[in-house]
């Protein structure tokens, strides 16, 4: 599990602790793979690191994924109409390419 990029926040294991309601001595086993972490704990761990589940279980081929804000704004796409949607889509995949030339 990724979970050494707590380290990157400067927490110490005591403080990172209590942030997701365990004890100190278990985030070092948590830090050197020594025990894995229940689904819940994870769940916990992604919220006060700022990232999804699948992030912190090596799910990281695409960029995308790893993003909460990204992934946010996916889920609010899919909560609109579909034909909002697909403007929306459109939108964006004509900026996308407008970007792809002018980084020619």
Known sequence: MQLKNHARCSWSG???AKLIEAHHFIIGK???DEVKP???VV???ATVLDTTVGYLLGETADQ???DPSMLKRLNDIMAIPKDEQDH???TIDA????AKINAL
Do not use: E, H, P
Not at 95 to 98: F, L, R, S, T
């Open 95 to 98: 900026m996308i390419k407008a």
């Open 43 to 45: 769940k916990k761990l």
């Open 88 to 90: 929306i889509i459109y």
């Open 64 to 66: 995308v994924l790893k």
């Open 38 to 40: 229940s689904i819940d």
């Open 14 to 16: 005591g403080y990172f």
């Open 30 to 32: 948590y830090t050197r």
